[in-house]
């Protein structure tokens, strides 16, 4: 197993937002920091931002990706060319789908103070796709796949990859066998007989098992 933490990252940002880059992939990001994991599957990219009072991303356009963004604490206003004027509040999950026609956004803090989201990115496993958009309410005490899964079902894009977000209450447990990249967004857990602080990704291809010690959020990135 092995761990990365915020404080190991160094400082990024852009526009309205400051951030630290977790995974970078190499096949996507050729000059990624050292530091930073590469995916698993067709994930290529998690960032963790805090989005200053006020502050957003500014328009900005995507193509043939998918973009999965999970709310840890504050809010979000989403405004484009997907479901513009749709509000993200903590522990909610959003994933747009760009596609061959592509999508254009910008994500706002509504409020005076700072908020706190994790970005991930996927390469689809079909290019030529549609845009669309999906938004999951927090499950609290369960894992909820929010992306990933066969064709034929519409609860998520369909992906090799799969994505699940875990808003845990304390005491609660979460296992996953085999390959899987996990990051802790919020708490504090033991992971596979080890603390391990929010703002921590962990990579394991033998699978964790981790107990929250307060109430915690944890993202889980495997392939099917």
């Known amino acids: 197993m092995q761990t990365l933490k915020f404080e190991d990252l160094p400082q990024g940002g852009f526009a309205g937002l400051k951030e630290r880059q977790f995974v970078t992939d190499r096949r996507v990001f050729p000059r990624a920091s050292a530091q930073a994991f590469d995916g698993v599957g067709n994930f290529v990219y998690l960032a963790d931002a805090n989005f200053q009072p006020f502050g957003e991303t500014g328009p900005h356009p995507h193509r043939e990706i998918d973009v999965i963004s999970v709310m840890v604490d504050g809010r979000i206003s989403h405004a484009g060319s997907l479901e513009h004027g749709q509000g993200l509040e903590a522990g909610y999950t959003q994933v747009q789908r760009a596609g061959a026609e592509g999508f254009s956004h910008n994500e706002i803090n509504p409020d005076g103070k700072e908020n706190h989201m994790i ?61 899987v990249l996990a990051f802790l967004s919020k708490g504090e857990g033991k992971v596979n007989g080890t603390r391990v602080s929010a703002r921590t990704a962990i990579r394991s291809k033998s699978g964790i098992a981790l107990t929250a010690l307060e109430d915690a959020q944890l993202i889980l990135v495997y392939v099917n």
């Open 119 to 179: 970005q991930l990115w996927v390469l689809p496993d079909q290019a030529g796709e549609r845009a669309g958009y999906k938004v999951y309410e927090p499950k609290i005490g369960q894992v909820q796949t929010v992306y990933g899964g066969p064709k034929g079902q519409d609860e998520t894009f369909y992906s090799g990859t799969s994505i699940a977000v875990a808003n845990l209450e304390a005491g609660q447990q979460v296992e996953h066998d085999g390959d």
